[in-house]
């Protein structure tokens, strides 16, 4: 069993794979630690599967290939990588080349100052300003914000795990960003250090602009998911619960002018009064077929609400 997985999500990166891999030997060799390295083929159409196979008969014993069959996207590459890893370290980085594997052993050091997640921040970001680096700056502002996890970076693919922080959660759409969000919530301590970032050499940008409008709908979801699914009736019934009382109470204001003999059918008041109770109503209800679907989810996968870190006991 190797200490260390290093996954690495691969789609149309040809060129770039053999210097990688030549710079993640440069990188490790020097640390006294067994590793894999698990490269994702995540539909390739170029000559990456070629590539990969090459490494993988130049060093059978630290490379795995895992080919998908079709193009699933960048976060479900880096899901099949987690599910095949055998260390209890995990890394995850870019094929392109923009994130610096000599940076992996900084991270190793602070994960071993005991953390459980370590974030690469590339705070000298190569990519192009407009497009991608100002939406995600406010993404990462917001990110923070929402969840109360301060990092710079969510974007960094660059980061260090420990098995343990990545265990209890399935990652959907672009989520791999929000590993440390869900860690956070499962009790990881999380730590942020400064990589290096490179332009990209070869091979195309998969990305641009759209990618931050899915980043902030997974954001509804993430906080959602994580603030209410086990108590869903506190988001909706409290939504609900507020609704009614400001539509009860503006009928009530239109029911009490009718003695100064003010008509209250004439009034926008009234529809906005009914409309409010309605929608308060439903919203409560909704609350609570949201509260049927929460056991549902926790107690079909035994998925407990809270999480352990240690229990001292004597058998
Ligand atoms: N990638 C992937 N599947 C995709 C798109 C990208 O596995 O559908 C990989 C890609 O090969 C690279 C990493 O994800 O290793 C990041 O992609 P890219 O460099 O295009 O993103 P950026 O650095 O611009 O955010
Ligand atoms: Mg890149």
């Given at each position: 069993m190797p200490e260390l997985s290093l996954i690495v999500p691969v789609y149309n990166e040809e060129e770039n794979i053999p210097l990688l891999f030549d710079a993640i030997q440069k990188a490790l060799a020097p640390l006294n630690q067994t590793w894999e390295l698990i490269l994702v083929d995540d539909g390739s159409r170029d000559g990456s599967a070629a590539a990969l196979e090459k490494l993988y008969q130049q060093d059978p014993l630290h490379v795995r290939v895992i080919e998908l069959r079709r193009n699933f996207g960048q976060t479900a590459a880096i899901a099949a990588g987690i599910d095949h890893a055998r260390g209890n370290i995990i890394v995850l980085l870019d094929a392109d080349l923009q994130n610096d594997p000599a940076d992996i052993p900084n991270l190793l050091t602070k994960l071993n100052e005991g953390y459980d997640l370590v974030s690469g921040w590339r705070k000298n970001r190569k990519d192009?300003?407009?497009?991608?680096n100002l939406p995600s700056h406010a993404a990462n502002w917001l990110i923070s914000a929402v969840t109360g996890v301060r990092l710079h970076d969510y974007g960094c693919t660059l980061k260090a795990y420990r098995r343990d922080a990545l265990e209890g959660f399935k990652l959907y759409g672009e989520m791999h960003r929000f590993i440390p969000v869900f860690a956070h919530s499962v009790g990881a301590r999380i730590a942020e250090i400064e990589v290096n970032h490179h332009p990209r050499r070869f091979g195309k940008a998969k990305y641009g602009l759209e990618r931050t409008i899915k980043v902030l709908l997974d954001l509804f979801t993430v906080k959602f998911l994580l603030s209410y699914s086990s108590k869903p009736i506190y988001l909706f019934g409290g939504a609900g619960l507020a609704l009614m009382f400001l539509g009860l109470a503006d009928l009530l204001y239109l029911f009490i002018r009718r003695f100064w003999g003010i008509p209250a059918a004439t009034s926008p008041l009234l529809v906005v009064g009914v409309m409010f109770a309605i929608m308060g109503f439903q919203s409560i209800l909704m609350g609570l077929i949201a509260e049927l679907l929460a056991r549902t989810y926790h107690e079909s996968q035994q998925k407990p609400t809270y999480t352990i870190r240690t229990i001292l006991e004597s058998k």
């Open positions: 192009n300003a407009l497009t991608r």
